[in-house]
């Protein structure tokens, strides 16, 4: 994270804000995940039990049956292992993020918790233009000055903080299975994702595959996995490139 200068205001200086990078690191999960997910799966196909169940299902066995299912497209027993990330960006990225429903949310609230000094994300396009970016700078800080004002004034916390925009810094915790993170990845991870949400997908993408690579080896947007794209005309042509790509090395295009 970046800080930036600001200009003291009257009485005490005025925090130093804080320009906070969007991250995503994984911070829990079931544990052995990818044999969680085999061991279900055995259980539908089979009288065994617990015991049973059980026997020779080593990490081999295990991948070998969660390939399976993935042709298969039998995906229930996935749902049997979860992820908890740990994520920080604005609030932009807080709205995208809870449209994806089949999760657990627990989110840092401006209600109870004041900010000691501004916090928030700068997106590369106001970036890349200096005078964007001083403007977007000094938007921020007017905000957070009122919202400071405010809150001296007595206003609630839950009321103050309505003065600030999207691009306010948030954290949250949230825990998703592997069937919900497969759909999660199939969106966000496509180049027509908004920058911030695409960003923290390929982090949770990245962690995930560390501790279960079978389990999301083929987790990601249409172009990669299926060849093809279902934006039609607002398709970026990436899965053309793809498919050229494979082409010339020689292989199957992806799907």
């Not at 609630?156 to 999207?166: K, N, S, T, W, Y």
Request: with cysteine; proline share 8%.
């Amino acid at each position: 994270m970046t800080e930036l200068e600001c200009p003291p205001g009257p009485g005490n200086p005025a925090p130093e804000p804080v320009e906070i990078r969007p991250t995503a690191r994984l911070v829990n999960h079931t544990p052995e995940p990818e044999v969680t997910v085999a061991r279900a799966a055995r259980l539908c196909y089979s009288p065994a039990d617990l015991e049973d169940l059980n026997r020779d299902l080593d990490l081999h066995a295990a991948r070998r049956l969660v390939t399976r299912l993935r042709e298969m497209g039998h995906l229930s027993p996935f749902e049997h292992a979860s992820f908890q990330f740990y994520i920080e960006g604005s609030r932009a990225l807080l709205a995208q993020l809870t449209r994806h429903r089949i999760a657990s949310y627990s989110v840092q609230s401006l209600r109870y918790v004041t900010p000691e000094r501004p916090e928030y994300v700068v997106p590369p396009a106001v970036r890349r233009d200096p005078q964007s970016a001083a403007l977007y700078h000094k938007r921020m800080l007017e905000a957070f000055g009122a919202y400071r004002e405010l809150l001296d004034r007595g206003v609630p916390g839950e009321d103050a903080r309505m003065v600030l925009g999207q691009g306010v810094a948030t954290r949250l915790l949230c825990t998703f299975n592997a069937r919900s993170l497969h759909n999660f990845f199939a969106l966000r991870c496509c180049r027509r994702a908004q920058w911030e949400i695409r960003q923290v997908a390929y982090q949770m993408r990245r962690e995930v595959r560390k501790v279960a690579p079978v389990l999301f080896e083929t987790a990601g947007p249409a172009c990669e996995v299926e060849g093809h794209c279902g934006e039609g005309e607002f398709s970026c042509g990436r899965y053309r490139l793809l498919r050229r790509r494979a082409g010339r090395a020689g292989g199957s295009p992806p799907g």
